[in-house]
């Protein structure tokens, strides 16, 4: 499939100082991908990069076959984008604000407003002035005037910053419903895990300027990457020497707690067969995203 963006080892140079060192990523067709780091990893300078804010030092960033170090001009056609908090004309009403978002392109019809504005959910207050509009209106009206020219890219800086938890899980739901029905593709950034887990499909972990990793949410909760499993067994007190003797097992209240990789399972339960004991239940238990993320940022020197 060809991918909506491309990041071709981008760098960003400021004065002296190499912001960001090269990073290479592509997001397809239909998925939501996620920019994860902390305060200062090279979030928001990648994403100015990318809608046209600031220059690219080195490498080239390419949106839907458009190069914007080329050809920014329709590059940026195809993005829509919430950056830093979008300005509204506070007296003026929400309808009007997106009408005169409108004019900046070619072609967009009344019905197309009355659509966008029906997606976010504003239909009931969109004559209303913007300055009587809560953050959560507001932001919606933001996600309005980005959709009103099709694009085939958001890109949502911090979307949830301020959001309360229904605002979010809105965010979130908006997020599916464009990408999965309507196959747009979407960049979010946030230095929250959690959020990432419930809004992305993938996402690439940032830190000092460089991607360290990038993760599937979906691989990261397969039975496959479990190397603890949790025993449902007969007699736990006749085996209770055997789990002190041996390493990786231990007492998790009534169960049995195996921390070894699965191909070293059979052995283990073959052991217990032969102490005769009876199995009931082998339970995986998934690393959590959580888990595997500290693990890997703990590699690279801590987050
Ligand atoms: N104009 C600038 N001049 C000098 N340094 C800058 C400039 N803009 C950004 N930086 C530095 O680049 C680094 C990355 O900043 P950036 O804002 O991209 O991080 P971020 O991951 O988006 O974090 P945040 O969530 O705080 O916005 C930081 O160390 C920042 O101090």
């Given amino acids: ?21 090269g990073i290479s990523l592509d997001v397809q067709p239909g998925e939501v991908f996620g920019f994860l780091g902390p305060n200062g990893a090279g979030k928001t300078t990648t994403i100015r990069m990318i809608v046209g804010l600031i220059g690219i030092t080195d490498g ?15 590059a940026l056609k195809k993005i829509g984008a919430i950056v830093e ?10 309808y009007d604000n997106l ?3 409108a004019r900046m392109y070619q072609g967009i019809t009344k019905e197309k407003i009355e659509e966008v504005v029906e997606f976010v959910g504003l239909t009931k207050s969109i004559h209303q002035k913007v300055k009587t509009y809560s953050l959560g ?25 301020g959001l309360d938890p229904a605002g979010i899980r809105e965010i979130r739901d ?31 972990i940032l830190q000092h300027g460089e991607i360290i990793e990038v993760q599937s949410v979906h691989e990261t909760q397969t039975e496959e990457n479990a190397s603890t499993y949790l025993l449902e067994v007969g007699n736990v007190a006749s085996i209770q020497n055997w789990i002190e003797r041996t390493e990786g097992i231990s007492l998790e209240g009534k169960l049995v707690k195996v921390e070894k990789p699965k191909q070293e399972l059979p052995d283990i339960i073959k052991v217990l067969v032969e102490m005769d004991v009876d199995i009931y239940t082998v339970i995986p238990q998934s690393k959590t995203l959580e888990e595997r993320f500290l693990e890997k940022t703990a590699a690279q020197g801590g987050y």
């Avoid at 908090?85 to 929400?94: A, I, L, R, V, W």
């Fill in 60 to 74: 080239d960033i390419i949106v839907d076959g458009n190069s914007v170090r080329n050809n920014h001009g329709e």
């Fill in 99 to 101: 009408k005169q978002y």
């Fill in 174 to 204: 908006h997020l599916k419903k464009l990408t999965k029905e309507k196959g747009m593709a979407v960049l979010v950034s946030s230095h929250l895990l959690s959020e990432m887990e419930m809004m992305c499909d993938r996402f690439a």
């Fill in 1 to 21: 499939m060809k991918s909506v963006l491309e990041l071709k080892n981008v760098k960003k140079k400021i004065g002296r100082k190499e912001i960001i060192k």
């Fill in 137 to 161: 209106m507001r932001q919606r009206l933001g996600l309005a005037q980005c959709l009103l020219h099709d694009p085939k890219l958001l890109i949502l800086d911090e979307p949830t910053n």
């Fill in 85 to 94: 908090n979008p300005e509204f004309y506070k007296f003026m009403s929400g």
